[in-house]
């Protein structure tokens, strides 16, 4: 094998481990994650059951404490123009905003390029170059 070659299949080699290391930590996450859910959803039970908001202080660990819950909205994009017309009658326009998502913005921008459409010079791009490894 020549020495081109031999650097080449290396470079294959590491690329293919170094990705799945990725995926074994993506889902050594996934479980720890999961695994984190259920004991903090376990111990917030039994602090509930026992009318405690906290746990007692434990020499090297310290002490859990039950926070005030996080409150999550949401408004279907159905009802997203009475939800502005209700926040201007309130005087909080601040909270409106209009965005386009930079993967929306790239998508458009590939339409754009593969269709010859000249774009402005406030949208710039790059392309990155990436490997796709088949087995």
Known sequence: MSEEKAIERDLVLQFKLAREKR???KD???TAQEELDRTEARLIEFLEAHS???TAKYEGLGYAQIQKPRLYA?????????LISFLKSL????LVKT????QSLSSFTSECIEQGVELPEFITYY???SIR???
């Open 91 to 94: 005087k909080r326009e601040d």
């Open 133 to 135: 490894l088949y087995q």
């Open 28 to 30: 050594s996450l996934k």
């Open 99 to 102: 965005t386009v998502m930079p």
């Open 52 to 54: 405690a908001i906290s």
């Open 74 to 82: 949401n408004c279907r994009q159905e009802n997203m123009d009475d």
């Open 127 to 129: 392309l990155k170059p």
């Open 23 to 25: 995926d074994e930590f």
